[in-house]
């Protein structure tokens, strides 16, 4: 998590990759895990200052559970989503939600 991606000397607002001479380069780099599946999701918030990325690795059996309540391995705070929401598999066939 972070607030406000921005220059520390022009603290004009900073976009998370960038293209220059046809290669993508990328202003923010964090850690994912090796030989492991994995996804990554960016949280949306009510304020565009601050920015969420979670790289979530699922365990084998039971996927990841996103909702409201505090047994999900995801914890959403929104009135509109359910204690258990949704529910993430990663399989050798793909994603299933």
């Known amino acids: 998590m972070w607030r406000i991606f921005e220059c520390e000397l022009c603290k004009t607002y900073l976009p998370f990759s960038k293209i220059v001479n046809n290669y993508i380069v990328c202003l923010l780099e964090y850690e994912v895990p090796k030989n492991q599946s994995y996804f990554i999701i960016e949280s949306v918030t009510s304020n565009p200052l601050i920015r969420l990325i979670h790289v979530i690795v699922p365990p084998l059996k039971g996927g990841v559970v996103f909702g409201r309540s505090i047994n999900s391995d995801v914890i959403i705070t ?4 359910s204690n258990k929401h949704a529910q993430i598999n990663i399989s050798k066939r793909g994603l299933f939600i």
Do not use: E, P
Request: aromatic fraction near 0%; glycine fraction near 0%; hydrophobic fraction near 25%.
């Open 78 to 81: 929104d009135s509109s989503i």
